[in-house]
């Protein structure tokens, strides 16, 4: 197996995972199987994305979602709501753009302002238009193995992974952490691909120990640098899902510095998982497209 030139082979220090290199290699991916997509149905994969509210990191994954998937050859089509929008406005807006048959696929932003009940919200999403693989539909195909669209976050983890190791059959999983958006997912993923799992979380005992344990480990818990390097078994694969903003910047889950000299591989934060992400998001927005025309497109996730 060759290695992708996003996969930097570093001498004494963990292979550098870029995942901003790795999302670029993906967009073209998606691009190209856009623009034939659209020739055969006669219009573009169109994303409609939900934002409500202020919160200037939403803001900025919104815009950014925008333009990569404009910059893709689809359509983006963008609602901003106020903060104080009604929990009931917001169930009309998926329902308006459910029955819109030129949308393929719908993002809701999170966090969503506290008075709104996130749960009704995704749950009002047609599954069809579920790119973002969170409505208990997506999530019982994933559990039955079943085909469908799966959450953006764990399966970008899923792929560089294959990426760096190839085969991940019988390698021990550890997962950081039990959000609906990555932890538990990630878990069932990484499952489909024949790895033994361990979800551990705020809870699990000794959890140094455990995570010593991994050879792919994903942390996931939100707690910055809380992974330190003597948690990390030699050469093990390490994904930072984590982005904390603290007084120093931009930080992850994982203590870099000290981990880079105990891990096979690594990603950074910034430019690691989060750019991973949105291609994902992209991915699926294509697929929901080619599923809803009952067309076939080549899965840029796959290999
Ligand atoms: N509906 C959803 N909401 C949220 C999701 C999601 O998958 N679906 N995930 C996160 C936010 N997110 C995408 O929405 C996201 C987070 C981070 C990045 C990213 O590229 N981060 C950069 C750093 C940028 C910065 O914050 O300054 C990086 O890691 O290099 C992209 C998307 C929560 N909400």
């Given at each position: 197996?060759?290695?992708?030139?996003?996969?930097?082979?570093?001498?004494?220090?963990?292979?550098?995972?870029?995942?901003?290199?790795?999302?670029?290699?993906?967009?073209?991916?998606?691009?190209?199987?856009?623009?034939?997509?659209?020739?055969?149905?006669?219009?573009?994969?169109?994303?409609?994305?939900?934002?409500?509210?202020?919160?200037?990191?939403?803001?900025?994954?919104?815009?950014?979602?925008?333009?990569?998937?404009?910059?893709?050859?689809?359509i983006s089509q963008e609602f901003r709501r106020p903060a104080d929008l009604a929990e009931a406005d917001l169930v009309a807006l998926v329902e308006?753009?459910?029955?819109?048959?030129?949308?393929?696929?719908?993002?809701?932003?999170?966090?969503?302002?506290?008075?709104?009940?996130?749960?009704?919200?995704?749950?009002?999403?047609?599954?069809?238009?579920?790119?973002?693989?969170?409505?208990?539909?997506?999530?019982?195909?994933?559990?039955?193995?079943?085909?469908?669209?799966?959450?953006?976050?764990?399966?970008?983890?899923?792929?560089?992974?294959?990426?760096?190791?190839?085969?991940?059959?019988?390698?021990?999983?550890?997962?950081?952490?039990?959000?609906?958006?990555?932890?538990?997912?990630?878990?069932?993923?990484?499952?489909?691909?024949?790895?033994?799992?361990?979800?551990?979380?705020?809870?699990?005992?000794?959890?140094?120990?455990?995570?010593?344990?991994?050879?792919?480990?994903?942390?996931?818990?939100?707690?910055?640098?809380?992974?330190?390097?003597?948690?990390?078994?030699?050469?093990?694969?390490?994904?930072?899902?984590?982005?904390?903003?603290?007084?120093?910047?931009?930080?992850?889950?994982?203590?870099?510095?000290?981990?880079?000299?105990?891990?096979?591989?690594?990603?950074?934060?910034?430019?690691?998982?989060?750019?991973?992400?949105?291609?994902?998001?992209?991915?699926?927005?294509?697929?929901?497209?080619?599923?809803?025309?009952?067309?076939?497109?080549?899965?840029?996730?796959?290999?």
């Amino acid at each position: 197996m060759s290695t992708p030139d996003f996969i930097r082979h570093r001498e004494g220090l963990a292979s550098l995972i870029d995942g901003k290199l790795a999302a670029q290699a993906l967009d073209s991916a998606v691009a190209s199987e856009a623009a034939s997509l659209s020739a055969r149905i006669g219009r573009k994969p169109c994303l409609a994305v939900v934002l409500v509210g202020e919160d200037p990191a939403s803001h900025v994954y919104v815009r950014n979602k925008v333009r990569r998937t404009e910059a893709a050859g689809m359509i983006s089509q963008e609602f901003r709501r106020p903060a104080d929008l009604a929990e009931a406005d917001l169930v009309a807006l998926v329902e308006t753009l459910n029955a819109d048959p030129a949308v393929d696929g719908i993002l809701v932003q999170m966090p969503l302002p506290a008075h709104i009940d996130t749960r009704r919200v995704v749950e009002t999403i047609d599954p069809a238009k579920d790119v973002d693989g969170l409505t208990a539909t997506s999530a019982g195909r994933l559990v039955l193995g079943a085909d469908g669209l799966r959450p953006c976050t764990p399966s970008g983890c899923v792929w560089l992974a294959r990426q760096a190791l190839g085969d991940l059959s019988g390698l021990h999983t550890v997962v950081i952490g039990r959000s609906i958006l990555v932890g538990k997912p990630a878990g069932l993923l990484f499952l489909e691909q024949n790895c033994t799992v361990t979800l551990a979380h705020s809870r699990t005992r000794d959890l140094p120990a455990v995570c010593r344990s991994a050879d792919i480990l994903i942390a996931a818990v939100g707690r910055p640098e809380m992974v330190q390097a003597d948690w990390i078994k030699p050469g093990a694969c390490v994904l930072d899902v984590g982005i904390n903003r603290t007084d120093t910047g931009l930080v992850g889950d994982v203590a870099f510095e000290a981990s880079e000299k105990a891990a096979g591989h690594i990603t950074p934060v910034p430019g690691g998982i989060g750019p991973m992400t949105i291609a994902v998001l992209l991915a699926n927005t294509l697929k929901a497209a080619a599923a809803r025309t009952g067309e076939t497109i080549a899965d840029p996730l796959a290999g």
